[in-house]
């Protein structure tokens, strides 16, 4: 076989995990790394999926009243520096224009690595009276944040995301809509992305810099680490109150709004690739996949096989994202290859033996598994299998993430059940920081949150300390 | 009338056709001023018409091949220098990081003015054959380019555009993809935006820093200044070779590729307001409005009315963007003016005379006129409504094009012409520079471009020197 007839081999999950990723994100070519240390190019592959799962949040947003603005890419040091909090935790990464129109600027600007203070700034301008509230406000960007070590989509210096920033005239109203939105992070996962996430409030020292309280859905990938994919937060009257928005009540009186903020990333990507890859490559839910099936015809050159394909591919593409790939360059045995490795969901096969029977082939590429099909009947088949496809692999996800948690009722059992099954461990904490701290210290593992689910975990006692504890959180190794 | 009731007046455009712009943007809520010197912030309304806009053009642009991708938002000094013209272009103008992460960077990076250089630095990097070929790709992206004297949506220090890049086997392959993308963009904004448009090639002094041919389309505004709406540039084989984007051809030797870049932004929304408003505000064309049809309840408070205004909008939303405004705090009267000023296209308001008639009333934006609509044929009727709006509002427009295009001869007319009826003149020109300059410099119109369409302009001396004149060309003062 020439080396045209081999699709690159990826390296295997169990040999080395980061390798694995490295290879799956840049072979697939949903990736590549910039010239410009730390950022990364989205190519049309991943950009193809960010745009899928940008669409299901976009319309599950707007039905809640949320509207999209843009909102200026920099922001001046002086707004950064209103909310104490906020500063001191996004100071250290931003970066600064010093330069521009080929003169010094007279104050900083740095290029947002969130909007709470550009978006506060105009809100303050605009309420008036508690009647024009509440703002409900979402933007799809890009924002920057100077890390130092970075890998595609989890952790690079710019990344695409959305922020939404409410304010309410109420603290109630607030806590709600972080909920709301958060229900919605949750939802959109695990009913799209086939990920299943572990839902609650982030410790104290987790919180987003600035916010009363923070919430996040965590998702657990194949090699028993955690990935944060969304978060929620509640910013009481602290940004309002830096910002004075204001707005005259009910009562007639002046009092400050309550906001909220939340967002997802481009970050969900290495989560849907950590979470249902294999050593063939990436594996994609039917429903966000930018191919959902790819047509291979067998044996083209035979007369009738690239009309008989071609039919069925333009039948099929009036309802389903398909394709067809009749490359002459190339083997269909390497097509079977590539397509696996870029985690189409299915791949149909159809040959001259196919045709004669009026069938075509259907692989699966969750289970492998061959159906064979009446040309006739591929169009409700199709939808039937990636449905099945989609389920499955969330129960799929769901078992994983199931079998790697454990619960431990002290750092004995913690620590051998990180060792022997990577994962979350579900365990009793006393709700002080030092604790938090010292596991983090001993283990590796951070406090991802305090699940609403508070089930499973029996005795009252820190899993650290030893003392009094009411509280079960999640623990685990994160990226 | 209390204050509550009266929509907050436009300037005229005959008193103040700058101010009646300035007042049409921000009392719309299109748009507002940001605390960052010459950044603009995009509001709801203006958000959700770029978006219509935006989803017309990715469709079209798809249809072609064409694919989305992200390129990093900072590009390094030394990749701008590679190109020298490109340099010269864009370095004044743009903004600069020098800091980041806390220390001082080693390299200066600007923030992207336009994408060029980066995403040639990856197509080096990716190009291997003549098999690769076309490269298709986009971006929708923000730009920043400091301009000195702002305003919105026209000339701002940032902006959204989408930009395409592609790279061709053959010189006419780029060639053929730069008027590929230029007619979408004629077609789009005639069909879509009803905003007529002269195509044509750009003079060389106008060209695109670093381009073979710059191509444009440019529209005509109320007060007679052309607005350039799109531009698609054939990057010859400048890019490709500073930027060594080479492959092996079909012969089996390296060769450079043939590049192409073309862009439009949010500039548009200033063309379609300059275009289509009048004294009481915005006029949406129906294809591109946020809401094409809004639905007044008038005596609100009258049994029944509500609940069939309710019945009635439920019903045109299935196909159409149609909204109720039920809000009790403003009067019918205060609402009719208010969604006159945003453009929407039809109003429908229904009453209890109405609902005892069983019709409701369609107002239309563009010509103002009333139409009784029986309640079962609402749905259909505001379909043929809707277009003949739409193809109405086109005609306004391209009638408007060709009463402020006039035909000049020599610079007497042109002058005459200019100061009588301001818009297009249409004249010979002999190509050279100088004749472009001077022109520009005793009546500060620019050449917008060389039309497609060289009839109706009778003679062959060149408008300003006399001499042998073969070209016809568009000049008008411009945004």
Redesign the interface.
């Known amino acids: 076989m020439s080396k045209d007839n081999q699709v690159e081999a990826i390296t295997s999950m169990e040999d080395d995990f980061a390798q694995w990723y490295t290879d799956v994100v840049t072979k697939t070519e949903l990736v590549?790394y910039?010239?410009?240390k730390g950022?990364?190019?989205?190519?049309?592959y991943g950009?193809?999926l960010?745009?899928n799962i940008q669409a299901i949040f976009d319309k599950e947003f707007k039905k809640t009243g949320v509207?999209?603005?843009?909102?200026?890419?920099?922001?001046?040091e002086s707004?950064l520096n209103k909310e104490k909090e906020h500063v001191e935790g996004f100071s250290?990464?931003?970066?600064?224009?010093?330069?521009?129109?080929?003169k010094t600027l007279e104050e900083?600007?740095c290029?947002r690595p969130t909007s709470e203070t550009?978006i506060c700034?105009?809100y303050s301008?605009?309420l008036k009276s508690y009647?024009d509230l509440p703002f409900l406000?979402n933007q799809w960007?890009?924002v920057?944040r100077?890390?130092?070590t970075t890998r595609p989509f989890l952790r690079t210096a710019?990344f695409?995301w959305q922020e939404g920033h409410t304010v309410h005239e109420t603290f109630e109203e607030a806590q709600a809509k972080t909920l709301e939105m958060l229900e919605i992070y949750r939802r959109v996962c695990e009913e799209n992305l086939a990920m299943p996430v572990v839902v609650g409030e982030k410790s104290e020292k987790e919180r987003f810099a600035g916010a009363h309280a923070t919430y996040s859905i965590e998702a657990l990938m194949h090699d028993g680490q955690a990935l944060q994919s969304g978060t929620s937060h509640n910013l009481g009257d602290h940004f309002t109150k830096a910002f004075d928005i204001k707005f005259l009540g009910r009562d007639n009186k002046e009092q400050y709004g309550y906001s909220t903020s939340w967002g997802v990333s481009t970050r969900l990507i290495g989560g849907i690739i950590m979470v249902h890859g294999d050593n063939k490559g990436l594996k994609l839910p039917p429903r966000i996949a930018p191919t959902q099936a790819i047509i291979i015809p067998i044996s083209q050159h035979k007369e009738g096989v690239i009309d008989a394909a071609g039919k069925l591919t333009e039948e099929l593409a009036k309802k389903y994202r398909a394709e067809m790939d009749a490359n002459e360059?190339y083997s269909p045995g390497w097509k079977f290859n590539q397509y696996e490795m870029k985690g189409v969901p299915v791949r149909i096969e159809i040959g001259p033996k196919d045709i004669e029977k009026g069938q075509c082939v259907f692989v699966r590429r969750d289970t492998g598994e061959k159906l064979f099909v009446p040309l006739d009947q591929a169009t409700d088949k199709l939808g039937e299998v990636l449905e099945d496809i989609q389920q499955n692999m969330y129960r799929m996800a769901k078992d994983m993430l199931v079998k790697k948690t454990s619960v431990a009722h002290n750092m004995d059992e913690f620590k051998k059940a990180l060792e022997e099954n990577p994962g979350y461990i579900k365990a009793k904490w006393c709700g002080c920081r030092e604790c938090e701290d010292k596991i983090k210290e001993e283990t590796g593992a951070t406090l991802r949150n305090i699940p609403f689910d508070q089930s499973g975990v029996d005795g009252d006692t820190c899993v650290y300390c030893g003392g009094k504890a009411d509280k079960v959180a999640y623990f685990a190794r994160a990226y």
């Open positions: 590549d910039s010239p410009v950022f990364m190019v989205i190519r049309a950009y193809a960010w745009e509207k999209n603005c843009y909102f200026p890419l920099l922001i001046p707004f250290p990464e931003v970066a600064w224009v010093t330069e521009a129109g080929g900083r600007l290029i550009i700034s105009m301008k605009w009647r406000y960007c890009s920057v100077w890390e130092k710019e695409l360059n």
